[in-house]
T-cell receptor, first 121, second 113 residues
Framework: AQSVAQPEDQVNVAEGNPLTVKCTYSVSGNPYLFWYVQYPNRGLQFLLKYITGDNLVKGSYGFEAEFNKSQTSFHLKKPSALVSDSALYFCAVRDMRAPAFYSGNTGKLIFGQGTTLQVKP | DGGITQSPKYLFRKEGQNVTLSCEQNLNHDAMYWYRQDPGQGLRLIYYSQIVNDFQKGDIAEGYSVSREKKESFPLTVTSAQKNPTAFYLC????????????FGPGTRLTVL
């Protein structure tokens, strides 16, 4: 079964320091991996995704993520955190071995439970 | 939030009432989705639709219904059969099903009084 784990409910970091938000996944086939950010009472905003190719993916607002197949991880990183980065972050995975909707397998996104990032001045 | 709109932003319902949440997109996307978000539980898929006039149940479809009569619209009805409807509801859309990114609307917060 597909699953995503975000082992930290909350990550605290000082402004200007590097940040890492952790994500590990479990799929049967090749994973498609996504990071989203959510500000209070708002929808999710897409940050970046890994489909194939370079293991280091660059996304919006200076964020990047590193795909590590051997460790089944897709950690989100930023070299220098901003107070405005404080938000709820979600990792999501889609198992690309899963066939399309009409075969009975949704190929849906599975979301982690989210990690709250708190950046302090 | 891009080209996806959800209304209303806040909705209050009395027990036993059905309510309908609106979701409209102008992105020309084929696929649309409804998720439910509860604190500490991430997002759970309620229903999804690949094309017009077709939709499928997700993981937690009981007590919900949808329709997809137009490409740009995917309304969700929360029926009185849904035992714990208080939650934040998110609509999303994507161009297709495979590698395409899902883009989310701003959400509707439903509270049952």
């Amino acid at each position: 079964a597909q699953s995503v784990a975000q082992p930290e409910d909350q990550v605290n970091v000082a402004e200007g320091n590097p940040l890492t938000v952790k994500c590990t996944y479990s799929v049967s086939g090749n994973p498609y991996l996504f990071w989203y950010v959510q500000y209070p009472n708002r929808g999710l905003q897409f940050l970046l995704k890994y489909i194939t190719g370079d293991n280091l993916v660059k996304g919006s607002y200076g964020f990047e993520a590193e795909f590590n197949k051997s460790q089944t991880s897709f950690h989100l990183k930023k070299p220098s955190a901003l107070v405005s980065d404080s938000a709820l972050y979600f990792c999501a995975v889609r198992d690309m071995r899963a066939p399309a909707f009409y075969s009975g397998n949704t190929g849906k996104l599975i979301f982690g439970q989210g990690t709250t990032l708190q950046v302090k001045p | 939030d891009g080209g996806i709109t959800q209304s209303p932003k806040y909705l209050f319902r009395k027990e036993g009432q059905n309510v309908t949440l609106s979701c409209e997109q102008n992105l020309n996307h084929d696929a649309m989705y409804w998720y439910r978000q509860d604190p500490g539980q991430g997002l759970r898929l309620i229903y999804y639709s690949q094309i017009v006039n077709d939709f499928q149940k997700g993981d937690i479809a009981e007590g919900y219904s949808v329709s997809r009569e137009k490409k740009e619209s995917f309304p969700l009805t929360v029926t009185s059969a849904q035992k714990n409807p208080t939650a934040f509801y998110l609509c999303a859309s994507s161009m297709g099903l495979n590698t395409d990114t899902q883009y989310f609307g701003p959400g509707t917060r439903l509270t049952v009084l």
